[in-house]
């Protein structure tokens, strides 16, 4: 015996797939890329950094530009 297969009683007027993302998908990657650039930013916090000296220029004269 075949089972009978259950369709929708109206089809959708869209025509396609629903692509809406819940807010906590797109505030959670945002808030990790904050919260390491600010680690970055201020290595002090960092305790783990071995200190390399050109990423450290680079980064502290980053925040110098972006704090004009």
Partial sequence: ???????????????GVDSRLPWWALALP?????????????????HATAGAPAITQLFQRLQELLAR
């Fill in 1 to 15: 015996m075949s089972a009978r297969t259950h369709t929708r009683p109206h089809p959708e007027t869209t025509g």
């Fill in 30 to 46: 945002v808030l990790a890329f904050v919260a390491l650039l600010a680690l970055i930013l201020n290595p002090a916090d960092a």
